[in-house]
C-alpha cells in the first residue's frame, strides 16, 4: 500500500510540472510556410548609406512585419517601414531592415513604407526540396505611389542537417502609366554552424525594367551580395544580422549598401 501511495504521488507531482515550451527547429530544417497557428513578428532595424555627389547619405529606418501560419501549408503576413530620417527615405533604410526575406518593391520614399500583404502555400514538401507558391499586394498610401503585385515560386533545398538554400523566382509588376517590372531570382545560402547559430552568403539577380509615371528608359541588371547570420536566443526569439550592397556590379554598388539587426519571436511554437 505504501507503494502504490508513492508511485500515485510521484505521478501527481510529475503531472503538476508545466510543459517546457518547445523550441523551434534548427533554422536549415524549417519550412517554407509557418506551422498552423504559430505567429511569427519580426522588428528589425536597418541602415541605409548612400553615396550620392555632392553629398553622401545614412540614415535608420524600421520594418515592422508579422504573418501565421493558417494552416501547415498557408501562411499570411503583412509587413511596412518606418524611415525615421530624411537621409532614411532618401536611402529606403527600412528595406535594409527585411529579416532574411529581401525581395522589396512597390515602395516609394514616405516616412511610412506602402503596407505589403503575402499569402504562401506550400505546394510541395520533401525531405530535401520544398516547393511553394507566393503572392504579394502593395497597398498605395504612399505619396505618388500605385498599385503593384508580385507572383512567386519560392524554393528551399535542405542538405542534411547543415546546409539550406533559399532561391526561386519572383516577379513583381507596379502599375504606373508605364508599369514597373523585374525579375528576381534569390540564391541565400546557409550552413548551421550548431543547434542555434546559422550564417552565410546571400545573393540575388535582378532584372528590372524601370517603368514608372513617365517613359522612364534604363533597364539594367541587379547584382545584390550580402552576407547574414542567425542564433536562436530563447525557444520562440532569433536575434538576426547582415549587410547587403543591393547592385554591387553598379559604378556606386559598394559606397550604396545598407546593414540591419532584428528580432523573431514566435507564439504557438
Known amino acids: 500500500m505504501n507503494r502504490t501511495i508513492a508511485s500515485l504521488a510521484v505521478v501527481a507531482a510529475v503531472s503538476l510540472v508545466p510543459e517546457a515550451a518547445s523550441a523551434a527547429p534548427p533554422w536549415v530544417d524549417r519550412t517554407i510556410t509557418l506551422p498552423r497557428l504559430v505567429f511569427a513578428g519580426n522588428v528589425g532595424l536597418g541602415f541605409g548609406v548612400a553615396h550620392t555627389p555632392p553629398r553622401d547619405f545614412f540614415g535608420p529606418g524600421l520594418n515592422l512585419e508579422g504573418a501565421i501560419g493558417v494552416t501547415d501549408r498557408i501562411e499570411l503576413g503583412l509587413r511596412t517601414g518606418i524611415r525615421l530620417t530624411d537621409d532614411a527615405r532618401a536611402t529606403g533604410a527600412d528595406a535594409y531592415g527585411r529579416t532574411f526575406f529581401h525581395e522589396t518593391y512597390g515602395t516609394n520614399a514616405d516616412s511610412v513604407a506602402n503596407p505589403e500583404f503575402h499569402i504562401r502555400w506550400a505546394a510541395y514538401s520533401g525531405n530535401v526540396v520544398e516547393v511553394g507558391l507566393d503572392g504579394r499586394a502593395y497597398l498605395p498610401i504612399e505619396n505618388g505611389s500605385r498599385f503593384g503585385l508580385m507572383f512567386g515560386v519560392p524554393l528551399a533545398f535542405h542538405v542534411g542537417n547543415s546546409v539550406r ?21 534569390p540564391g541565400y545560402f546557409w550552413f548551421q554552424i550548431s543547434d542555434r547559430l546559422w550564417l552565410g552568403p546571400l545573393t540575388a539577380l535582378r532584372f528590372i525594367n524601370p517603368g514608372g509615371p513617365g517613359n522612364v528608359p534604363g533597364s539594367h541588371t541587379d547584382l545584390l551580395l550580402g552576407f547574414g547570420l542567425g542564433y536562436q536566443v530563447a525557444n520562440a526569439i532569433d536575434l538576426k544580422t547582415w549587410i547587403l550592397f543591393p547592385a554591387i556590379n553598379q559604378d556606386s554598388g559598394a559606397r550604396n549598401f545598407g546593414f540591419g539587426v532584428g528580432l523573431e519571436f514566435r507564439i504557438g511554437d
Do not use: K, Q
Open 165 to 185: 538554400i533559399d532561391t526561386g523566382a519572383y516577379v513583381p509588376v507596379v502599375f504606373y502609366n508605364h508599369n514597373f517590372a523585374a525579375l528576381d531570382v
